[in-house]
């Protein structure tokens, strides 16, 4: 059973078709990253993939189940084993790092709130920001701010971690420490879906490469085979405009 399928997947914004019948699978585990130009569809799919954006046209299952919109119950506990981390944080600014990251277990799964502080004490630690736990938003850099986020997500227990273009908004030297949090989640098996600009990031943490532009997915392989032997012609031309 695959963590994610994307079957036949179209999505359009009025006259405009974003992309078109794309089919992705990510097995348990993997770190799937895709890559493109801007406006390739990359970013609108991965909202796809957890009904932030509701394709046209296709199927998403997760864990073998399918997102149905017309059973908003069964969908909601399905996108739940979905965590997403976007460009821009998105934190409560009233709130301490802390209270950013016990949020949503409590309010949105009704957790108890003595066992989710337990659990959330080493999530916080693992993103290196036990030193800032009391922290607001307004104290911390964008590298901390975006590991804040990071930590959120995974507070839901999430089998499956989607990330936008997470490091787009930074400034290039905080770019390494939120890479680093990605890292050690790859290395604990998380499955992920990364949407990124970030080389580097790919060919040494991602399991497969998808290369998109126009809608379309143009190319697919092993980071060895992406980045050292493109077999497509406008893979070539993007790497060479890239690296």
């Not at 585990?29 to 932030?52: A, D, M, W, Y």
Request: aromatic share 6%.
């Amino acid at each position: 059973m695959y963590m994610i399928e994307a079957k036949n997947l179209t999505k359009r914004f009025g006259s405009l078709t974003v992309f078109e019948d794309l089919d992705v699978f990510v097995k348990k585990g993997e770190v799937l990253v895709i890559i493109g130009p801007s406006g390739s569809g990359k970013s609108t799919f991965l909202r796809c993939l957890n009904h932030l954006e509701e394709p046209d046209a296709g199927e998403v299952f997760i864990e073998g189940e399918k997102l149905d919109a017309k059973n908003k119950t069964h969908m909601r506990n399905t996108i739940e084993k979905v965590g997403m981390v976007f460009q821009n944080f998105n934190l409560f600014h009233n709130m301490t790092v802390l209270q950013n990251v016990i949020e949503a277990p409590i309010t949105v799964k009704h957790e108890n709130k003595e066992e989710v502080l337990k659990r959330v004490e080493g999530i916080i630690d693992k993103v290196g920001l036990k030193e800032k736990v009391n922290d607001y938003p307004s104290k911390l850099s964008g590298g901390q701010k975006q590991r804040v986020a990071i930590a959120r997500a995974l507070a839901m227990r999430p089998d499956i971690m989607l990330f936008d273009e997470p490091t787009s908004s930074l400034d290039p030297e905080l770019v390494g420490e939120v890479l680093g949090a990605m890292k050690d989640l790859a290395k604990d098996g998380m499955t992920m879906v990364v949407v990124t600009h970030e080389m580097g990031f790919a060919k040494e943490v991602a399991d497969r490469v998808i290369f998109m532009d126009g809608g379309k997915i143009v190319e697919e392989g092993t980071p060895e085979e992406f980045f050292t032997a493109p077999k497509e012609q406008r893979t070539k031309e993007f790497l060479n405009k890239i690296i």
